[in-house]
């Protein structure tokens, strides 16, 4: 039937984008899903006015027969025959969910009032990470491991369970939500909303709205989630610009598919920038030995937002190419604007650059080999303002670094990578003891082994090297394991 046809194709659609980079998926799927969904929703049209066809016709030739309990006349050829075209139409009409999430169709008549409108769906589904291992720090998350979903001390740990939901608000709008649990280094939960915000899905012009919180767009790797990471732990220079769990915020952001006749895409997110989430903005910091909060030394005001010059401005600037039939290279430019905390007219700047190049041959089986080679850089400015009780200048503190990352999938399930990490910064004031500035390199190798798209086991070894504790050596083992159908990540 031409309804299968198009189910048919909706899936194969949606396994053929699986092995393509993120930007290539987004631009495979806004073109092709609009005519696609109509495709499908006019099939499904008129399948459904077959079955309310036969539906009447059947509930005519039923109502003519006597209405016996106890003895009921046998049906009728003609009965029969129309009770199983109808059983046939009607299993065809509630097709599995598409892969690419379009629309499902609309269900049979007989359903209770107040329900949700035919596009409605929803997936909800949990992962988890759990990481062993050793280091020579005696506790890692002091100066080595200092992001939120990096191993947090020597032994076992579990610093990321994510309950993750989607679906289908309306014909107009997507939603998401992403519930994290977190197990500190004494076994004791941690819970935060990390994300929950709707998509638009039919604006024109090629044109999308994001409203909610969010991580923001900013170059490759913030704005995944941590099992979708190629190493254990986060890249130490985005650690430094954007804090222990990315640089994420409530706010909306609009985004632009360029008619170019290669992939373009300008993002535009405006957030409230204020908290720990917003780590060189509007942060207020820690506190110290006698419970003042600080940042970078300095006693932090409470600033309030005064007007749009206090927002959190991010612009990103991405296009991919295809250099050849087995290679494609995406490159990207991205920006961070806002006010910081430590006085009323401080400001941070942050400039990152990336770029992703992959190679997999055109007759890879089930996906493999295939190179890909990722690579980060960023550079911030940090004005801050004078704390006169701390004896500290006012001072614009710039850091920099870089993280360049290789993985190669060499035969089915599994991989092996390298990646690099080297952060820098010029001296200040408040240097002594800050984890967080001065310079520092990390050479990471890793090993992953893939028994099924639902579960993960990977090796990694560690060599810090830092200007404040200078050599520590870590191995990590990190198992992972899924439930459910999980909502697609950008890659």
Same mark, same amino acid.
């Given at each position: 039937?031409?309804?299968?046809?198009?189910?048919?194709?909706?899936?194969?659609?949606?396994?053929?984008?699986?092995?393509?980079?993120?930007?290539?998926?987004?631009?495979?799927?806004?073109?092709?899903?609009?005519?696609?969904?109509?495709?499908?929703?006019?099939?499904?049209? &008129?399948?459904?006015?077959?079955?309310?066809?036969?539906?009447?016709?059947?509930?005519?030739?039923?109502?003519?027969?006597?209405?016996?309990?106890?003895?009921? @006349?046998?049906?009728?050829?003609?009965?029969?025959?129309?009770?199983?075209?109808?059983?046939?139409?009607?299993?065809?009409?509630?097709?599995?969910?598409?892969?690419?999430?379009?629309?499902?169709?609309?269900?049979?008549?007989?359903?209770? /009032?107040?329900?949700?409108?035919?596009?409605?769906?929803?997936?909800?589904?949990?992962?988890?990470?759990?990481?062993?291992?050793?280091?020579?720090?005696?506790?890692?998350?002091?100066?080595?491991?200092?992001?939120?979903?990096?191993?947090?001390?020597?032994?076992?740990?579990?610093?990321?369970?994510?309950?993750?939901?989607?679906?289908?608000?309306?014909?107009?709008?997507?939603?998401?939500?992403?519930?994290?649990?977190?197990?500190?280094?004494?076994?004791?939960?941690?819970?935060?909303?990390?994300? /929950?915000?709707?998509?638009?899905?039919?604006?024109?012009?090629?044109?999308?709205?994001?409203?909610? &919180?969010?991580?923001?767009?900013?170059?490759? &790797?913030?704005?995944?989630?941590?099992?979708?990471?190629?190493?254990?732990?986060?890249?130490?220079?985005?650690?430094?610009?954007?804090?222990?769990?990315?640089? !994420?915020?409530?706010?909306?952001?609009?985004?632009?598919?360029?008619?170019? @006749?290669?992939?373009?895409?300008?993002?535009?997110?405006?957030?409230?920038?204020?908290?720990?989430?917003?780590? /060189?903005? !509007?942060?207020?910091?820690?506190?110290?030995?006698?419970?003042?909060?600080?940042?970078?030394?300095?006693?932090?005001?409470?600033?309030?937002?005064?007007?749009?010059?206090?927002?959190?401005?991010?612009?990103?600037?991405?296009?991919?190419?295809?250099?050849?039939?087995?290679?494609?290279?995406?490159?990207?430019?991205?920006?961070?604007?806002?006010?910081?905390?430590?006085?009323?007219?401080?400001?941070?700047?942050?400039?990152?650059?990336?770029?992703?190049?992959?190679?997999?041959?055109?007759?890879?089986?089930?996906?493999?080999?295939?190179?890909?080679?990722?690579?980060?850089?960023?550079?911030?400015?940090?004005?801050?303002?004078?704390?006169?009780?701390?004896?500290?200048?006012?001072?614009?503190?710039?850091?920099?670094?870089?993280?360049?990352?290789?993985?190669?999938?060499?035969?089915?399930?599994?991989?092996?990578?390298?990646?690099?990490?080297?952060?820098?910064?010029?001296?200040?004031?408040?240097?002594?003891?800050?984890?967080?500035?001065? !310079?520092?390199?990390?050479?990471? @190798?890793?090993?992953?082994?893939?028994?099924?798209?639902?579960?993960?086991?990977?090796?990694?070894?560690?060599?810090?090297?830092?200007?404040?504790?200078?050599?520590?050596?870590?191995?990590?083992?990190?198992?992972?394991?899924?439930?459910?159908?999980?909502?697609?990540?950008?890659?």
């Amino acid at each position: 039937m031409k309804l299968r046809a198009v189910i048919a194709g909706i899936v194969v659609l949606g396994l053929s984008v699986v092995a393509l980079p993120a930007e290539d998926q987004v631009q495979q799927l806004k073109l092709q899903l609009q005519q696609m969904q109509a495709e499908f929703e006019k099939a499904r049209q &008129q399948q459904q006015a077959q079955i309310d066809a036969l539906t009447r016709k059947l509930a005519e030739l039923s109502a003519a027969q006597p209405a016996a309990v106890a003895a009921a @006349p046998a049906k009728t050829d003609e009965q029969k025959k129309l009770e199983q075209e109808l059983a046939g139409g009607l299993s065809t009409a509630a097709p599995a969910k598409p892969a690419v999430a379009a629309p499902e169709p609309a269900p049979a008549p007989a359903i209770a /009032s107040g329900a949700r409108g035919s596009s409605a769906y929803m997936n909800i589904s949990y992962d988890a990470l759990v990481v062993g291992g050793w280091s020579t720090a005696a506790d890692p998350s002091a100066q080595v491991e200092l992001g939120d979903h990096d191993p947090i001390k020597r032994g076992f740990a579990l610093r990321n369970g994510e309950i993750a939901v989607d679906g289908a608000i309306d014909p107009y709008f997507k939603g998401f939500a992403n519930i994290v649990l977190k197990l500190d280094a004494n076994n004791n939960t941690e819970i935060e909303l990390e994300e /929950s915000f709707l998509q638009s899905t039919s604006l024109p012009n090629n044109l999308q709205l994001k409203i909610g &919180q969010f991580f923001a767009g900013f170059g490759r &790797q913030n704005a995944q989630h941590p099992h979708t990471w190629n190493f254990v732990d986060q890249p130490l220079i985005l650690g430094r610009t954007f804090g222990p769990d990315g640089l !994420r915020s409530v706010g909306a952001q609009l985004s632009w598919l360029a008619p170019t @006749p290669f992939y373009t895409e300008a993002f535009l997110g405006v957030f409230d920038g204020q908290g720990g989430t917003a780590f /060189s903005f !509007r942060n207020p910091g820690e506190p110290d030995a006698f419970g003042v909060n600080r940042y970078a030394g300095r006693i932090t005001t409470d600033r309030t937002l005064r007007g749009a010059q206090d927002l959190l401005v991010v612009p990103r600037l991405a296009s991919s190419f295809e250099l050849s039939d087995d290679t494609t290279l995406l490159v990207g430019l991205s920006g961070a604007f806002g006010p910081n905390e430590t006085g009323p007219h401080r400001r941070t700047r942050i400039y990152g650059a990336d770029f992703f190049w992959k190679w997999k041959p055109a007759n890879a089986s089930q996906g493999f080999p295939y190179v890909t080679w990722q690579t980060e850089a960023l550079y911030r400015s940090f004005e801050a303002a004078a704390d006169p009780l701390a004896l500290l200048p006012a001072e614009t503190l710039c850091d920099y670094g870089v993280y360049s990352q290789v993985i190669y999938g060499f035969v089915p399930r599994w991989n092996a990578g390298l990646r690099f990490d080297y952060v820098s910064g010029n001296s200040a004031a408040a240097d002594l003891g800050d984890s967080r500035r001065g !310079r520092r390199y990390r050479i990471s @190798p890793e090993l992953t082994f893939l028994p099924s798209e639902f579960s993960k086991i990977r090796l990694q070894f560690n060599h810090d090297n830092s200007d404040l504790f200078g050599n520590a050596d870590s191995v990590w083992m990190q198992f992972e394991f899924g439930l459910g159908a999980h909502a697609a990540h950008k890659y």
